[in-house]
T-cell receptor, first 113, second 112 residues
Framework: QKEVEQNSGPLSVPEGAIASLNCTYSDRGSQSFFWYRQYSGKSPELIMSIYSNGDKEDGRFTAQLNKASQYVSLLIRDSQPSDSATYLCAVNLGVWDARQLTFGSGTQLTVLP | DAGVIQSPRHEVTEMGQEVTLRCKPISGHNSLFWYRQTMMRGLELLIYFNNNVPIDDSGMPEDRFSAKMPNASFSTLKIQPSEPRDSAVYFC??????????FGPGTRLTVT
């Protein structure tokens, strides 16, 4: 069964620490990987996209992709209370049209002041 | 630039009534997606349009649901008749040549 799996958490980290969020996916043919942040009562907000193996950094965020292990992660450095949200991993599961994404159930992150 | 626009933001209706949700994608985007989010099932793709043409509606739960995209700047999702189990947040998202989808603020639907 094709799917995207995330640890639902909750994950709690102290302010200033590194938060590590993980996601595995089932289809080796997947090509596009995204991380969305969703605050309670709000819509998902795209924060990172990654298409190639390795690391991609954007400010305090780093996305890591390992296609051989079918694993994508998001690191948040110097975590702030404002980072407290649910983080959704989204993957195109090798369907013929790469625009079609499947979302994980999300990991709830709490950054403690 | 304006983001994805959805209306209404909140809808409360009684079982059996028709509900119409509306979406205006980001100007220039040629793909539009309708999602439903619930605590139990997470974020689910209902239907996807490319250049105003429905590409995949396999996520539409049943015949009570229908979606249209009459032009590049407008889409509707209709539920007729509505049922309490349809209560959820419905999101519209759009994308252009890339694969990065941008979401609207959502419509919170409550069917009593």
């Amino acid at each position: 069964q094709k799917e995207v799996e995330q640890n639902s958490g909750p994950l709690s980290v102290p302010e200033g620490a590194i938060a590590s969020l993980n996601c595995t996916y089932s289809d080796r043919g997947s090509q596009s990987f995204f991380w969305y942040r969703q605050y309670s009562g709000k819509s998902p907000e795209l924060i990172m996209s990654i298409y190639s193996n390795g690391d991609k950094e954007d400010g305090r965020f780093t996305a890591q992709l390992n296609k051989a292990s079918q694993y994508v992660s998001l690191l948040i450095r110097d975590s702030q209370p404002s980072d407290s949200a649910t983080y959704l991993c989204a993957v195109n599961l090798g369907v013929w049209d790469a625009r079609q994404l499947t979302f994980g159930s999300g990991t709830q992150l709490t950054v403690l002041p | 630039d304006a983001g994805v626009i959805q209306s209404p933001r909140h809808e409360v209706t009684e079982m059996g009534q028709e509900v119409t949700l509306r979406c205006k994608p980001i100007s220039g985007h040629n793909s539009l997606f309708w999602y439903r989010q619930t605590m139990m099932r997470g974020l689910e793709l209902l239907i996807y349009f490319n250049n105003n043409v429905p590409i995949d509606d396999s996520g539409m739960p049943e015949d009570r649901f229908s979606a249209k995209m009459p032009n590049a700047s407008f889409s509707t999702l209709k539920i007729q008749p509505s049922e309490p189990r349809d209560s959820a947040v419905y999101f519209c998202a759009s994308t252009s040549q890339g694969y990065e989808q941008y979401f609207g603020p959502g419509t919170r639907l409550t069917v009593t």
